[in-house]
């Protein structure tokens, strides 16, 4: 799921007026990008930023007092509802049929991208088990995407007892840290009820991460598209959200079944 519409109004403390300059602009805002994802056919991106306008449309609509403007207020909103709730349909639709597929596209230098928005959307109580399949998990600063990714999938709300790792050996002299690293990650996993299976291929070229409720995420960089820190004290350097992001595409579908068979 993409991160919100990123259009925040100042808090206000008091309805009137002020509330509505404040609130205002940012609702428009937030709606105009819905309305230009919507007609790009980026359904998903565009319910969130639809959901987001409508909630700040309804503040300004309690913040104001003039009735004719509150009419107009109401009308906007029950037309956007009405749009919000046929897209939310249709995706519904589309997951049922195995037809859903949804593009973020994940800008240069972008951040709000953590592994936690991007796949919180897909995860529930009903993900026991997990295919990752990225042939560049050789470096350090991959074992550390990795583990994070781990740690996100223990930390729930998915119920996850099996994590499969399909990868490429690191044919140089990094050989021996990538297997002791994966060990680690293994055997920490298993303090938690995970059991991690890691296999390799030399042959291996797409990135894709699959869940059996049935999403299925392809991102053109794998789990590396997040650039490295520019010092260790600063922000980013720990939480991912704040990390600026390399260019790269996420595509989702859903499908029946997402184990190869």
């Known amino acids: 799921m993409p991160a919100g519409c990123g259009f925040q109004p100042a808090p206000m403390s008091q309805a009137g007026p002020g509330a509505v300059a404040a609130l205002e602009p940012p609702a428009v805002a937030t709606l ?106 050789r470096h350090v600063h991959q074992f550390y995407n990795f583990l994070r990714f781990c740690e996100m999938l223990v930390k729930g709300p998915c119920k996850v007892k099996t994590i499969h790792l399909l990868t490429s050996y690191d044919e140089g002299s990094g050989k021996s840290q990538q297997t002791n690293s994966l060990e680690e990650i293994k055997q920490s996993l298993k303090n938690y009820g995970v059991t991690l299976n890691v296999s390799f291929s030399s042959s291996i070229h797409d990135r894709e991460i699959r869940f059996n409720n049935g999403w299925m995420i392809k991102i053109g960089r794998g789990l590396d598209y997040f650039k490295k820190p520019q010092g260790r004290f600063c922000l980013g350097y720990c939480d991912f959200d704040l990390r600026p992001c390399h260019e790269t595409t996420v595509d989702v579908f859903h499908t029946k079944h997402t184990k190869k068979t």
């Open 32 to 137: 105009k990008r819905a309305v230009e994802l919507d007609s790009a056919s980026r359904f998903q991106e565009s319910l969130v930023c639809y959901q987001e306008g409508i909630d700040l449309l309804l503040r300004v609509l309690k913040a104001t007092k003039d009735e004719t403007k509150k009419a107009h207020y109401r009308h906007k909103i029950s037309d956007y509802m009405e749009r919000a709730e046929a897209i939310k349909k249709y995706i519904e639709k589309e997951r049922e049929d195995g037809k859903y597929h949804q593009q973020i596209k994940i800008e240069e230098n972008a951040t709000g991208f953590s592994y936690e928005k991007v796949f919180q959307d897909y995860l529930n109580e009903t993900v026991t088990e997990v295919w990752v399949e990225d042939p560049y998990i």
